[in-house]
């Protein structure tokens, strides 16, 4: 655990990692205080899981822009992205049950698209903070990932005794503060000076010119999609079981497992290239998510869900390893957004199938889902292996430029 707390001690990057955490709360909070709230309006999973799939293919369809706006124009663009979110999650509060869900689908999709891309930001930040301790780069990946998982443990309990305590119209008021106030700390910590980006920007296509990240962009929409089947899974299980107010307990016990593999993952020191680490975890996800079939009571759930997170950090971190390595410069952020992009789309999909699925059948049909969606993955990343396993000359060229001082 000595790699993390080097990382904590480099200045400013310690601040930067924990006004990280508040800046994307809201993407934690939002997928299961929209369900709450528009099952309370509507009464229907359904609609539940289409709006908040909505929310999260809003997102994924425009981080890469944003992103790529960000690498051309600076952070500052964050700010006034985060308003814009806030200001359309306070409009789906007040459209409440009074709107068709046509509509509150398509303002969760506008709230989604305006989520300033800001851990992506800092992803892309981190080999230049760690310029002079490049040991560290690993490990502040490893770490980045942890702490999103905190997030998801956070957010989701936050949200759910908001929900029951107040109202779930409170937890997505409280989302909205959140991401205004978290992007203003972040920005107010984030050094001015820019990383060099304006030396290549890859062209119309930027860095899917990549067949490493083009790899990577296409496996994380069935990951996505295995994660967005579980979340709308949980509040129907525990709704089945009388204890609603149980679903953020769950969502955090499964964000704690992927946190302490997270934190196993970064604390290792790997001699195996991070390529073939990405590829073996993504190999095992599928495996994680068997023993939620066999939750019989909530208090089961608590502890058979959280094996279903033990690889979701360590994939992440790796990666967002092989991203910073390949990506082409000028366009850091942008790569680290494309993979995003599927990831949310295949929430999106996994969300909307598991509302249907759950509302026709059981619980347990969700979680079929999932792992369905998760050997899809581990197929599709065993079919182009070639690509991770190998860089091309002028990904090469783009990793050599990007290790030099």
């Not at 689908?105 to 080999?127: K, N």
């Not at 920005?187 to 030396?199: H, I, K, M, N």
């Not at 929409?221 to 129907?236: D, H, K, N, S």
């Amino acid at each position: 655990m000595n790699a993390y707390a080097d990382v904590i001690r480099q200045r400013p990057l310690g601040l930067l990692l924990l006004t990280s955490v508040f800046a994307r709360l809201p993407q934690t909070m939002n997928g299961l205080a929209l369900v709450l709230f528009v099952r309370a309006e509507t009464g229907s999973y359904q609609a539940a899981g289409a709006v908040a799939g909505a929310v999260a293919l809003g997102m994924g369809a425009c981080a890469p822009f944003l992103g790529r706006f960000a690498d051309r124009s600076g952070p500052v663009t964050l700010f006034p992205v985060a308003v814009a979110h806030a200001a359309l999650l306070v409009a789906i509060v007040v459209l409440g049950g009074s709107a068709p869900t046509a509509v509150l689908v398509v303002v969760a999709a506008l709230a989604g698209a305006a989520f300033p891309p800001t851990p992506s930001v800092l992803r892309a930040r981190l080999p230049v903070l760690l310029v002079d301790a490049r040991p560290l780069i690993g490990p502040a990946y490893a770490l980045d990932s942890v702490l999103v998982e905190l997030t998801f443990m956070c957010g989701p309990v936050l949200a759910g005794f908001l929900a029951a305590l107040v109202s779930p119209a409170a937890a997505l008021l409280v989302s909205a503060a959140a991401a205004v106030a978290g992007t203003a700390a972040f920005l107010r910590v984030l050094p001015a000076d820019e990383p060099a980006g304006a030396e290549t920007h890859g062209g119309l296509l930027g860095p899917l010119r990549s067949p490493a990240i083009l790899t990577l962009v296409l496996t994380m929409l069935p990951f996505g999609m295995a994660i967005g089947a579980l979340e709308v899974t949980v509040p129907a299980f525990t709704e089945r079981e009388g204890a609603p107010e149980m679903a953020g307990v769950l969502l955090a016990a499964w964000a704690g497992g992927s946190a302490i593999g997270g934190l196993v993952y970064g604390a290792r020191r790997w001699v195996s290239p991070v390529a073939v680490r990405h590829l073996a975890l993504t190999l095992l996800y599928p495996l994680a998510f068997v023993p939620v079939l066999a939750s019989g009571s909530v208090w089961w759930m608590v502890v058979l869900i959280m094996p279903a997170g033990i690889f979701i950090a360590p994939i992440f971190a790796s990666r967002n390893e092989l991203v910073g390595a390949i990506a082409p410069r000028g366009t850091e952020t942008e790569a680290l957004t494309w993979p995003l992009t599927t990831l949310l789309a295949g929430i999106a999909l996994g969300a909307a199938i598991s509302g249907g699925l759950v509302d026709s059948h059981d619980w347990q049909a969700g979680v079929y889902a999932a792992i369905g969606a998760a050997v899809l993955a581990a197929l599709l990343s065993a079919a182009r292996r070639r690509t991770l396993l190998a860089t091309t000359p002028w990904e090469a060229a783009t990793a050599s430029r990007a290790r030099r001082p």
